[in-house]
């Protein structure tokens, strides 16, 4: 899927509140199977981008559209992990994943093998037949990354996915979203505080500036091919990639000035 955004700003509030510019001036094109991450300072208005891509917001101004088709509410091919777990309480573990196979159709026993499929991969299969509520912050968050692939979304939008798991998990995780994502050719967006966490996941690295949010630096990953394993977060020129724009979230200048496209 390719995205692109055109002269888009965003407020909230107006009439009698004070209207608050959140976003924009912003333009930004990604194209089909990339994984584009974006970092910037607290309220720089990061999910506010990934919600107008969702379709949960219309953009006060300029235009928002998915392979060339205008984006004007949610869609079942653009999938959505949320900070906070959104699971459905009265389904088990099982049916949550299932839910999105279920919607296409799928049998029961499609929709069984997928969900399992997903659980085994996020270590939740044994909870398959849990409630939501039985389950830990950390886990139910996996249980919606597992949902959210089992959907098999064209376009993956994730808003800090990995915010509430331990450390261990939280790099387990990376690596097999990034292993589900170079086998699939889908795009996706991945909204995170962590630079540490953009520089190894994303092919691009696109930094926002404090509100309202604006791309300030849009960059290219070095070794982006590359398959990821553990080794590869100490590869130097990571390191020095992660070192710049974390310079450049704190406001410093750098000495490799990249345009924006």
Not at 68 to 81: A, I, K
Not at 102 to 109: E, I, K, Q, T, V
Not at 149 to 162: K, N
Not at 222 to 228: M, N, T, Y
């Amino acid at each position: 899927m390719n995205v692109e955004l055109t002269g888009v700003r965003h407020r909230y509030g107006g009439g009698r509140r004070p209207a608050v510019e959140a976003l924009g001036p912003l333009d930004l094109r990604i194209d089909g199977g990339e994984l584009v991450a974006v970092v910037g300072p607290s309220g720089c208005g990061k999910s506010t981008l990934l919600s107008l891509l969702a379709g949960f917001q219309r953009p006060s101004e300029g235009t928002v559209t998915v392979d060339g088709v205008p984006v004007d509410g949610p869609d079942p091919s653009r999938g959505v992990v949320f900070q906070q777990p959104n699971l459905y309480p009265w389904l088990t573990v099982r049916d949550n994943v299932a839910f999105g196979p279920r919607m296409r159709g799928a049998d029961r026993r499609a929709r069984r093998a997928v969900a399992d499929a997903h659980l085994e991969a996020v270590g939740l299969l044994d909870f398959a037949d849990a409630r939501p509520y039985e389950l830990s912050g950390g886990m139910q968050q996996r249980c919606q990354i597992a949902r959210m692939l089992a959907g098999e979304p064209r376009l993956m939008l994730l808003d800090e996915p990995f915010g509430a798991l331990d450390a261990l998990t939280r790099e387990e995780m990376q690596l097999e979203l990034h292993r589900i994502w170079r086998g699939s050719g889908r795009t996706a967006l991945l909204i995170t505080h962590s630079v540490e966490e953009a520089v190894f996941l994303g092919t691009r690295v696109l930094v926002m500036s404090p509100r309202p949010g604006r791309i300030i630096h849009d960059e290219r990953t070095p070794l982006a091919d590359e398959p990821r394993e553990p080794s590869l977060r100490a590869a130097p020129e990571l390191v020095a990639f992660r070192e710049r724009i974390s310079a450049l979230i704190r406001g410093e200048r750098i000495d490799q000035e990249v345009a924006v496209p």
